[in-house]
């Protein structure tokens, strides 16, 4: 289990019992928000076209996540404990994921580590992605694009999720077992090389051809700029929203083309706050690439960029 995290010099009983009953408990002082998130961790279907991970060690294994926070002492921590995480595993994708805007390392990954993700904004915010005006082919991201590019391309708004990494890690090669801790500043969350993450959403490569919507990770890592506040997503859970935790294996050292966002090997994952998982458990044995790809997300209005609904 966690060890238990003191933030406030005093936490009384009555008020771990209301965490451990809610999945999240915010306490607001005087030194500003502390608290934690709850976030189960389930073998599940991730929802994208990834290679969903269920090794044999995973399979009799658990997994555990939460979020802490204190902005007194200016930190957001993600922890997690993974039990029956294989040690440098070699892993191999069915088919190449790999595309004209996201490039992944086909056929395997040997030797590799383990990312956390930190998810959050989970397609309550847009982000604009970018189209050639004359062949209506996606060109990219707008933080991938210059600025004569975008002057003269059509764009779009596509709902996204926000996500930062942690550094890579790995279990005892004896027990199996990872007990992490990584902390980012609490009003400025950015990943170890000093980017604000990536967006994830399913966009259109021909602007107006609906059969052509993918999955799209932003490359190269989000401006610090864009990085977020915890606070703010803390009024978010407040109101409704959801923070995910998930996790992912790939090569290391790391390649430049997946700097800020995951290699698509994907092991636990959950949404908190919430005692129990609210994502079901997945019934397969074996790990297993997840196909093909339905898209999930609420698409924006075309109209405007000139094509027929």
């Known amino acids: 289990m966690f060890n238990k995290l003191k933030f406030m010099g005093l936490m009384i009983t009555s008020l771990m019992i209301l965490i451990i009953a809610s999945g999240c408990q915010t306490v607001s002082s005087e030194e500003g928000l502390s608290g934690e998130i709850n976030v189960p961790q389930v073998l599940t279907d991730s929802g994208a076209p990834e290679l969903q991970l269920r090794e044999p060690e995973m ?150 051809d609906e059969s052509t919507i993918m999955p799209y990770w932003t490359n190269g890592g989000l401006p610090p700029e864009k990085a977020q506040n915890f606070a703010d997503i803390v009024t978010e859970v407040e109101n409704g929203a959801e923070i995910m935790i998930a996790l992912s294996y790939g090569p290391n050292p790391k390649p430049d083309y997946l700097l800020a966002r995951d290699n698509i090997m994907i092991g636990w994952l959950g949404t908190g706050p919430a005692e129990v998982s609210s994502w079901p458990v997945s019934e397969k044995t074996e790990t297993y690439h997840q196909t093909p790809f339905v898209p999930t997300i609420p698409q924006p209005s075309f109209e405007s960029a000139g094509c027929a609904e």
């Open 59 to 208: 399979l009799a294994g658990s997994a555990e996540a939460r979020v802490v926070y204190d902005q007194a002492a200016d930190v957001v921590a993600v922890e997690a404990r993974y039990e029956g995480l294989p040690y440098r595993p070699e892993l191999c994708y069915e088919y190449n994921p790999s595309n004209d805007y996201n490039q992944f390392p086909f056929p395997c990954v040997e030797d590799g580590e383990w990312q956390i993700w930190f998810v959050f904004d989970m397609f309550t915010d847009v982000s604009t992605f970018y189209y050639d005006a004359d062949t209506q082919k996606l060109l990219g991201h707008w933080s991938e694009l210059d600025a004569q590019t975008i002057e003269n391309a059509i764009g779009v708004d596509y709902p996204t999720l926000q996500m930062v990494e942690t550094p890579g890690f790995e279990p005892d090669p004896d027990t199996l077992v990872a007990d992490v801790r990584f902390e980012y500043d609490f009003d400025n969350i950015l990943d170890q090389n000093g980017t604000a993450g990536t967006n994830y959403a399913q966009v259109r490569v021909d602007l107006c």
